[in-house]
Each structure stands twice: as C-alpha cells, then as structure tokens.
C-alpha cells in the first residue's frame, strides 16, 4: 500500500484531486467521471462524491492500487 502524506498547512485533500496527485488519471474530469461511475472505495465503501474531504487514515482503492492517507 502506497501513502499520501498531507502538508502541515493541508487538513485534508479532495477525492478527485488525489486521484490526480497521484496519477492514477490524467485529468480531472477524467477523475470526475470514474469517481461519477462508482469505480473508487474510500474506506471500503464506494464513494461517489467528488470533492470527499480526504484525512489521515483514510484508504482510497482504484483499478487495483491502493493509497493510505497520512499526516
């Protein structure tokens, strides 16, 4: 499982902008559209908002990878 380390000044992150940030999609509308299309889990669910405020502990799963959210 990889990690995702937020900044300091960063509480949290938004699902589509992590999907980008770590390059799992190539753009954000593309995020949109596979967040849209129930294909992410965050936390074992699946999750279909988003802009889902992302924080330490939480465990996003797409296509396969996994990522672990940290402070």
């Known amino acids: ?3 995702f380390q937020l900044k300091e000044d960063q509480p949290f992150i938004e699902l589509n902008k992590l999907l980008k940030a770590v390059y799992w999609v190539g753009t954000g ?3 949109n ?3 849209e299309n129930e294909e992410v889990l965050v ?3 699946v999750e279909t908002r988003k802009r889902k405020k ?3 502990g939480d465990v ?4 396969g990878k996994t ?3 940290t402070l």
């Open 43 to 45: 936390n074992d669910a």
């Open 33 to 35: 559209m596979r967040i």
């Open 60 to 63: 996003v799963v797409f296509d």
């Open 54 to 56: 992302l924080t330490p």
């Open 29 to 31: 509308g593309e995020a």
């Open 67 to 69: 990522v672990s959210i």
């Open 1 to 3: 499982m990889n990690t």
